[in-house]
């Protein structure tokens, strides 16, 4: 099938405009667990201009899962990444605190490998329930087949 090579990347351009307007309120950087228990109303400032809050059980809850020194490692909100027709995701993992964190909360081993932490659907809904303020989503145009 010559044809569906250009029609592929046609796609793919087109998916890439439309994701970065899905993607359009993720935050410019993020913020280190303990700075943002510090804070009187924790938040970070998004590429849209809005503004993304955290609740503060959520803060707690994760620094009484990690030391103080691992409270400066761990980065927020943490990134999943969700991408086309996949049955699993990927908890985007700059460290070993998101690896720690989301196998305590799963209650499972996780491994970052390649800088994702991977998690099927339902592992995922666990997390979101209980990090809502402290995960967000980011969505890929890469489709997998």
């Given amino acids: 099938m010559p ?14 405009g439309e994701f970065r307007l899905v993607n ?7 913020k280190t667990l303990s700075s943002l228990l510090h804070e009187e109303y924790p938040q970070i400032a998004c590429s849209d201009g809005s503004t993304h809050l955290f609740k503060r059980r959520e803060l707690e809850y994760l620094a009484s899962m990690v030391n103080v020194t691992e409270q400066e490692a761990l980065l927020l909100p943490m990134v999943i990444e969700l991408r086309g027709n996949q049955a699993e995701v990927a908890v985007i993992c700059q460290g070993e605190m998101e690896e720690k964190v989301i196998s305590k ?9 390649q800088g994702r932490i991977r998690i099927y659907k339902p592992q995922l809904a666990l997390l979101r329930k209980i990090l809502r303020t402290t995960t967000q989503y ?8």
Avoid at 3 to 14: I, K, N, S, T, V
Avoid at 24 to 30: D, I, K, S
Avoid at 138 to 145: D, E, N, Y
Wanted: net charge negative; charged share 25%; hydrophobic share 40%.
């Fill in 105 to 113: 909360i799963l209650d499972m081993p996780v491994t970052c490998e």
């Fill in 24 to 30: 359009a309120g993720l935050p410019r950087n993020q």
């Fill in 3 to 16: 044809d569906a090579l250009p029609y592929e990347r046609m796609l793919q351009e087109c998916l890439r």
């Fill in 138 to 145: 980011a969505f890929s145009p890469k489709v997998v087949a």
